[in-house]
Structure formats: structure tokens, C-alpha cells
């Protein structure tokens, strides 16, 4: 039978890896390869997002005692990640499949011209029916520049890989109305249309020790990917069969329908790339012009600045009650936006002595925050 997906991003977590030991579950590991090869061979593409490069130091170097620092976590994924790499090389060349690592950044992602890159790159290895393995840089990433944890990093790589499944693996079965380690009671939710606070609230933060991700980034992660188009399936890696059997389309795990709207190419970086570093408040009008008419935002409609960006920045749009409405590139700077603020467009030339246009953000580099 062929899969119901084409193109699949799959996230493997540390707890995953390690079958929630302190050393690589080799044994686990070529289990879900043969099943990732076997898809493959079916003619799917398949893009790895692995954890485990800070597990896969430790055991290297034998269960070192080393502080908390951001050096030490360095030198451990360092060692790590060229253990796990090779673990994944040797382990798909058993079915004659080779691997390519990307390891990226936010910074790598930010950056327009770096985020076509590294979609160009992607698709190169795709094409060339090379399994990409993904993972953080941590070697070189601060927290600064970190994307933070897998199950986002892996939500950014169905946008840039344009794919149609993200599978969440992890040590748990999906997503419980309630935290399954605490209460036995608890029923695992097989099907999510969308997601609210109501269901935020549910997924709490039910961290496993060896990951960084809870359930509450992989909503988070689901979100973004669902806006990007595709279907999210979070399911237990240890389950036998389960990447076979979710593209089977069998129901297993927690799955989360695709936007009814997908975010186009660029939108979708923009919400994936830059952080923003400042805000602007507009006036109800343009509230609803923004979100109801899919407007521009015009200078007329704003009513307050927060933080100094520059012109190309990335902003956040408050509505008049103070919440996130929305994100976008802004044509002026923080300094501009305070002197033209509740003005007419057609005056800031005069204002400033120049115009960069009309529009302060344009509909085109700006993307509603929520999305059915
Ligand atoms: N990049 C981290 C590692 O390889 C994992 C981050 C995560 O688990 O989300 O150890």
C-alpha cells in the first residue's frame, strides 16, 4: 500500500533515541530507520529532525560530571553530534541510503537569503534521494540564536521543506486530556481541528526529563506546521510500526488537521524567521482592517510604539486591548513611527523629509497570528 503522505518530516526525540536510558537505543534506532527506508522506497521523502546529540556526548565520553553551563552543554552536543550523525549514516546504509546533516541556527532561518538557502540545500538532498538529518547547532548556538527545541526546529523544516506530514515522535502516545503520568484517568485525544486555549491549557507542561520539548512546545510546533499545510500526527516512537502505519493513514496517536488556510511560501518565514524586537499598537479601525479586510497597515492606525527596531525589523501588532493581532516587516523605524504615528500618509514626507510608501506594514510581509 503507498502512503498517504509524500513528503515527511519526522522528529525523533531524546527520549525516543534512548528508550529513556542514559546511552542510544541502537536497537530502537534501526527499527525506525527500516521503517523511515521502507517509505523511502515507496518513493516518499523523508527529512530526520534527531535529538540526542547532548545524550550521545555524555555516553562518549563516558557519563562525565560537568557543570551547567552553556560551555559544557557545547562540548557535549559537540562530541555527541558526530557520534549520533555517524550512528545515523551506518545505520540507513544498511538499506544503501546515505544521509546529509544540516545543522542550523535561528540565525540561519532569520535571514531571507540564508532560509532560501538552506531550502535549496534541502531540496538538492532530497532529490537526490539523501535522507537530510537535521538537528540544532549547539555546538556554536546561545541562546540568542537558538531555535530552542526539536519539535519547533522540526515544525520551521516542513515550511522550508514544503512537506505534507509532521510526525512527532515521543515517549508518550499523543496528547491526554489530562497529564497521563498523574492521573490514570486520563484519555488520549485522537483528533485536534484546532488549537485553543482550552487545549494549550490541557497540554500544561508535561516535560520528560531527557528531552526539551513538552507537550506544550508540540503544540506550539503543531501550530506552525499546520499553518504551513501540513497534517501533525504526535505518536510513541517505541510503538512497532507506527511511522508505516500512520502513513497507511490508520489512526494512531494525536492528529492534528491542517489549516484551513495554509500560509503562503514567504508568510510562512515570516513567522518561522525573524523574532521580533519591537511593537505597535493600532486603533480598532485598523484592527479590523488588518485582520477582517486584510489591509495594509497605515501610519493613521497607530496609536503607540514599544522598542527600538529599524526599518526591515520585525514587529508585532497589538490591537487596542493590548493582544498579539499579528507580525510583520515594518517600513520605518521606531524613531519615524513615533513623529508619523495617527497621521495621514500623505504627510510623511513632509513630516520626515522622506517617505519609504505609503503603508508602514505591508500586507505582503505581515501575518495574522491566529488561523483556522
Ligand atoms: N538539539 C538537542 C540535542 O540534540 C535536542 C533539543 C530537543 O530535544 O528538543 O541534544
Known sequence: MTSKYQRIVVKLGTSVLTSGGDALDRAQMVEL???????????????????????????????????????????LAAVGQSQLIQTWENLFNIYGLHVGQMLLTRADLDDRERYLNARDMLET?????????INENDAVATNEIKVGDNDNLSALMVGLADADLLLLLTDQAGLYDANPRTNPDAKLISEVDEI?????????????????????????????ARRSGATVIIAAGQQPDVINDICKGKMVGTRFKPSNNPLESRKRWLLAGPGPVGSISLDKGATNAVIEKGSSLLAKGIVAIKGRFDRGDMVILHNELGSEIARGLTRYSSQDLMRIKGQHSDN???ILGYAYGKVV?????LVIKSSR
Do not use: F, W
Open 196 to 224: 485553543d486555549d482550552a487545549l494549550r491549557e490541557i497540554a500544561g507542561d508535561s516535560g520528560t526529563s531527557l528531552g526539551t520539548g513538552g507537550m506544550a512546545t508540540k503544540l506550539q510546533a503543531a501550530q506552525l
Open 361 to 365: 506594514v505591508h500586507r505582503n510581509n
Open 33 to 75: 530507520v527500516r521503517q523511515m527506508a521502507n517509505l523511502q522506497a515507496k518513493g516518499c521523502e523523508i527529512v530526520l529532525c534527531t535529538s540526542g546529540a547532548i545524550a550521545a556526548g555524555r555516553e562518549r565520553l563516558g557519563y562525565p560530571t560537568v557543570d551547567d553551563s552553556m560551555a559544557s552543554k557545547q562540548m
Open 348 to 350: 510623511i514626507e513632509e
Open 125 to 133: 538532498l532530497l532529490k537526490n534521494k539523501i535522507i537530510p538529518v
